[in-house]
């Protein structure tokens, strides 16, 4: 992820940990093809991530179309939740891919609508509890978003532990990737959505219907930025795929944070869609201040935007993707059926570990950089 300038690195560790409806979120990691993404818990035992993340994986696996999805077996892959200073690690066993992936000629033609995966544990967890996902809400357009990732892309060094961070997304808008196409676009309602990348200040000046996007959207996105004490934000970059969006729904009076859809790439303004090798993330990484206002993070909503039905201002009706809740019962039909007799078994592939604290970890961090920030100062002073 690219940082806002204004918040260290605690402040992203700290703001994971502020709900616990977030240890719902996950590293996913295989070694033999050097994959490392993100999910999050939707079942006891099953993760939903980003499938162009792990499309390296299951492109070169057997795999047979069952009730609307790929099924594929997989092996070397394991999701990992960081819990503080405990790490729970869980093997995965299969994959699902809704089909309606595969569908169109490139990425862009497919919208990412349908870029989701759902993987299939080697065993239920009971120490975790899986996201609140809705069947039909009516959100607020200015309704507080959080992404929870256990990308590494930004950070130097070794990274021999998961690293978990969170920052908020302050606004939201349609985004047309493949505005040729906008007639399937409103026909199906899957749209996806996007939070600009935007450049912090405190002076409110509300801009006019004519100015550009990027002003109308920063003023949007301050002012929420604002609201919510300046919580950190960030830029969503290669690794954080399939990070979770959690959206914060108001329920009898309570706050309640539920799964909103997941990060599936950057892009530009102008509608470029990034994040697949791009060069594009190296110089974001290194002028992410230059970068404020130029991009926005993008992330494929689990939920059909039902705009027929009347709803009030500054609101979107919502109701959940129907192949998802699908998802959702069949692999559950599947891990019932499976488990049975066998759950104590099943529990050994669950390897429970603790770590030192995350502050210890990111200190020593600071460490490494600091004796190689010597290093060179040395050298300089010597010439």
């Keep these: 992820m690219a940082p806002d300038g204004v918040h260290s690195h605690d402040d992203y560790v700290d703001l994971s940990y502020e709900s616990s409806d977030f240890d719902a979120a996950c590293a996913v990691m295989d070694t033999s093809k050097n994959v490392s993404m993100t999910g999050v818990l939707v079942a006891p035992d099953v993760v939903l991530t980003a499938a162009h993340g792990i499309e390296a994986i299951f492109r070169d696996l057997p795999q047979h179309v069952e009730q609307g999805f790929a099924d594929i077996e997989v092996k070397n892959m394991v999701v990992s939740f960081r819990r503080k200073d405990i790490i729970t ?4 066993r299969r994959i699902f891919v809704d089909k309606r992936y595969f ?13 989701f995966a759902f993987l299939t544990l080697a065993a239920p967890l009971d120490t975790i509890t899986p996201v609140r996902i809705f069947r039909k809400e009516s959100v607020s357009d200015d ?3 959080t992404v929870v990732t256990y990308g ?8 021999d532990v998961p690293v978990r961070r969170a920052f908020r997304l302050y606004e939201r808008d349609t985004y047309f990737g493949n505005p040729k196409d906008p007639d399937v676009l409103n026909k199906t309602r899957f749209l996806q959505e996007s939070s600009i990348y ?3 200040t405190d002076r409110l000046v509300r801009p006019e219907e004519t100015d550009l996007e990027e002003a109308v959207r920063s ?3 301050t002012q929420n930025w604002i609201k919510d004490s300046k919580k950190p934000y960030a830029l969503g970059l290669p690794g954080t795929s399939g990070s979770p969006v959690f959206i914060q729904l108001i329920k009898n009076g309570r706050k309640k944070w539920y799964l909103f859809g997941v990060v599936s790439s950057f892009s530009h303004l102008s509608g470029i869609f990034h ?3 791009s060069h594009e993330a190296d110089y974001i990484l290194m002028h992410h201040k230059e970068s404020l206002g130029e991009y926005q993070t993008i992330y494929s909503l689990v939920y059909q935007n039902v705009q027929y039905e009347q709803y009030p201002q500054h609101t979107k009706v919502y109701v959940c993707d129907s192949q998802v809740l699908h998802a959702l019962m069949h692999s559950a039909a599947r891990s019932q059926n499976g488990w049975g007799h066998y759950y104590g ?8 570990r603790s770590v030192n604290s995350r502050k210890n970890f990111i200190d020593g961090c600071l460490e490494r950089f600091e004796k190689i920030k010597n290093i060179f100062k040395s050298i300089f002073y010597k010439r």
Excluded at 89 to 92: A, C, E, I, S
Excluded at 152 to 159: E, H, N, R, S, T
């Design 89 to 92: 690690t869980v093997p995965v």
């Design 143 to 145: 309704a507080l978003m």
């Design 103 to 115: 569908e169109g000629n490139d990425y862009a033609s497919r919208e990412g609508k349908f870029d």
């Design 219 to 221: 003023f949007d996105a």
């Design 198 to 200: 935007f450049k912090p």
């Design 275 to 277: 994040g697949r090798g």
């Design 152 to 159: 590494v892309i930004d950070l130097k060094g070794a990274i």
């Design 345 to 352: 078994r099943a529990q050994n592939y669950i390897d429970i």
